[in-house]
Protein backbone atom coordinates (compact mmCIF):
# COMPACT_ATOMS: atom_id res chain seq x y z
CA UNK A 1 0.00 0.00 0.00
CA UNK A 2 0.98 3.52 -1.02
CA UNK A 3 2.08 5.81 1.70
CA UNK A 4 -0.72 8.56 2.66
CA UNK A 5 -0.56 12.10 4.14
CA UNK A 6 -2.95 13.18 6.86
CA UNK A 7 -4.74 16.30 5.85
CA UNK A 8 -6.27 18.24 7.89
CA UNK A 9 -8.41 22.01 6.03
CA UNK A 10 -10.50 23.92 8.21
CA UNK A 11 -11.77 27.70 8.71
CA UNK A 12 -12.49 29.49 11.82
CA UNK A 13 -15.22 27.77 12.13
CA UNK A 14 -15.29 24.12 11.10
CA UNK A 15 -13.47 21.71 9.28
CA UNK A 16 -13.40 21.55 5.58
CA UNK A 17 -11.89 18.27 5.13
CA UNK A 18 -10.09 15.57 6.52
CA UNK A 19 -8.47 12.58 5.45
CA UNK A 20 -5.85 11.04 3.22
CA UNK A 21 -4.65 11.81 0.19
CA UNK A 22 -1.37 11.44 -1.76
CA UNK A 23 -0.70 14.81 -3.35
CA UNK A 24 -1.68 18.22 -2.24
CA UNK A 25 -0.92 21.43 -5.34
CA UNK A 26 -0.97 24.59 -4.15
CA UNK A 27 0.60 28.12 -4.41
CA UNK A 28 3.12 29.98 -2.51
CA UNK A 29 5.03 33.36 -3.14
CA UNK A 30 7.46 31.58 -4.91
CA UNK A 31 5.08 29.67 -7.45
CA UNK A 32 2.99 26.48 -7.76
CA UNK A 33 4.44 23.58 -5.75
CA UNK A 34 3.16 19.71 -4.67
CA UNK A 35 3.06 17.84 -1.75
CA UNK A 36 3.90 14.30 -1.72
CA UNK A 37 4.61 11.83 1.13
CA UNK A 38 7.80 11.89 3.07
CA UNK A 39 7.85 15.86 2.12
CA UNK A 40 10.56 17.62 4.50
CA UNK A 41 8.67 19.43 7.24
CA UNK A 42 7.83 23.27 6.53
CA UNK A 43 5.20 25.89 6.98
CA UNK A 44 4.00 28.52 4.08
CA UNK A 45 1.54 30.67 3.02
CA UNK A 46 -0.22 28.95 0.53
CA UNK A 47 -2.43 31.29 -1.78
CA UNK A 48 -5.11 30.82 -5.20
CA UNK A 49 -5.87 27.64 -4.65
CA UNK A 50 -5.53 24.17 -2.93
CA UNK A 51 -6.15 20.84 -4.50
CA UNK A 52 -6.39 17.50 -2.50
CA UNK A 53 -5.85 13.85 -4.90
CA UNK A 54 -5.86 10.27 -4.28
CA UNK A 55 -4.91 7.84 -6.41
CA UNK A 56 -4.87 10.37 -9.15
CA UNK A 57 -7.71 12.04 -8.95
CA UNK A 58 -8.75 15.17 -7.64
CA UNK A 59 -10.62 14.64 -4.68
CA UNK A 60 -10.98 18.35 -3.18
CA UNK A 61 -10.45 21.98 -4.66
CA UNK A 62 -10.63 24.98 -2.93
CA UNK A 63 -10.52 28.51 -3.73
CA UNK A 64 -7.67 29.87 -1.17
CA UNK A 65 -6.93 34.03 -0.90
CA UNK A 66 -4.43 32.89 2.09
CA UNK A 67 -4.02 30.06 4.33
CA UNK A 68 -1.22 28.79 6.56
CA UNK A 69 0.10 25.39 5.77
CA UNK A 70 2.16 23.66 8.19
CA UNK A 71 3.74 20.28 6.73
CA UNK A 72 5.00 17.53 9.76
CA UNK A 73 5.61 14.50 9.23
CA UNK A 74 3.32 13.10 6.50
CA UNK A 75 0.61 15.72 8.19
CA UNK A 76 -0.79 18.52 6.85
CA UNK A 77 -2.88 20.99 8.90
CA UNK A 78 -4.18 24.01 6.48
CA UNK A 79 -6.04 26.85 8.54
CA UNK A 80 -8.31 28.95 6.37
CA UNK A 81 -9.38 32.52 7.28
CA UNK A 82 -6.43 33.56 9.28
CA UNK A 83 -7.09 37.66 8.51
CA UNK A 84 -10.45 37.22 10.15
CA UNK A 85 -9.24 36.18 13.22
CA UNK A 86 -6.80 39.29 13.02
CA UNK A 87 -9.40 41.12 12.15
CA UNK A 88 -12.15 40.06 15.05
CA UNK A 89 -8.88 40.09 17.51
CA UNK A 90 -8.33 44.02 16.55
CA UNK A 91 -11.99 44.87 16.84
CA UNK A 92 -12.04 43.19 20.32
CA UNK A 93 -9.27 45.13 21.86
CA UNK A 94 -10.83 48.28 20.73
CA UNK A 95 -13.64 47.40 22.77
Known amino acids: MAKLIKVKVRDIERVLF ?8 SFNEVGPFDIYPMHAN ?3 IIRRGLTLYLNGKNIKELKVEQAVMKVKQDSVHIFLG ?9 AKTDE
Do not use: H, Q, T, Y
Open 82 to 90: MEALKVEEE
Open 18 to 25: EGDVDRIS
Open 42 to 44: FIS
